[in-house]
């Protein structure tokens, strides 16, 4: 199936500081999701955007719907060590970023 | 339980084997999905179930993989005469309708020897 192109593919980054992440894709979407997956789980819903320009914040975690419908971004201010993870996009259903690793040194 | 529940958490098995992977869903949900995820990679849709629509099989790989939904409820992933390829964590979730957020479940690693 298609799958998103997610950037960066890894971050590492000092405790403290922000993080953004990227997916963009050729076809428009309705919906854009951001997940976060830990080692072993399955992943776990973030924030889901529903609309394009929409711009969303659950805690320190903020994302936006790109207006084009084409992209999304997710950004994570002064991270903490629990934090580290991989993190996906998800545009409409079914079709999934590539992931960024998370690693947050303390 | 509370959330989706998959067993088992680990096998593995010989090339050329069959596999069966089973699939709890949240209680009540109708919608129901299989992902593979390789290593490093991004989660890849297999096969969607809606209620008691024909599922969407579109993303299967190839004839091996086949999936049912039994009642409306548990679903099991069956790969017949596996490969060192289909190696990977095969991971369901369920949702409360189409479109619906989906919740995961811990998935199931497989691996072929």
């Known amino acids: 199936g298609q799958q998103l192109n997610q950037s960066p593919q890894s971050m590492f980054i000092q405790e403290g500081e922000d993080v953004s992440m990227n997916c963009t894709s050729s076809?428009?979407?309705?919906?854009w999701l951001w997940y976060k997956q830990d080692p072993g789980e399955g992943p776990v819903l973030l924030i889901a955007?529903?609309?394009?320009?929409e711009l969303t914040s659950n805690g320190r975690l903020t994302a936006q719907f790109g207006i084009t419908r084409k992209d999304s971004f997710l950004n994570i201010s002064a991270s903490i060590p629990s934090d580290v993870g991989i993190y996906f996009c998800?545009?409409?259903?079914?079709?999934f970023g590539t992931g960024t690793s998370l690693t947050v040194i303390p | 339980g509370a959330g989706v529940s998959q067993s088992p958490s680990n096998k593995v098995t010989e090339k050329g084997k069959d596999v069966e992977l089973r699939c709890d869903p949240i209680?009540?949900?109708?919608?129901l999905y299989w992902y593979r995820q390789s290593l490093g990679q991004g989660l890849e849709f297999l096969i969607y179930?809606?209620?008691?629509?024909?599922?969407?099989k579109s993303g299967l790989p190839s004839d091996r993989f086949s999936a049912e939904r039994t009642g409306g409820s548990v679903s099991t992933l069956t790969i017949q005469r596996t490969q060192q390829e289909d190696s990977a964590v095969y991971l369901c979730?369920?949702?409360?309708?189409?479109?619906?957020?989906?919740?995961f479940g811990p998935g199931t690693r497989l691996t072929v020897l």
């Open positions: 979730a369920s949702s409360w309708r189409t479109s619906g957020l989906q919740f």
């Open positions: 076809s428009i979407f309705n919906t």
């Open positions: 955007l529903y609309k394009a320009g």
């Open positions: 998800e545009g409409n259903q079914f079709y």
């Open positions: 209680s009540g949900h109708t919608a």
């Open positions: 179930f809606q209620g008691n629509s024909a599922p969407d």
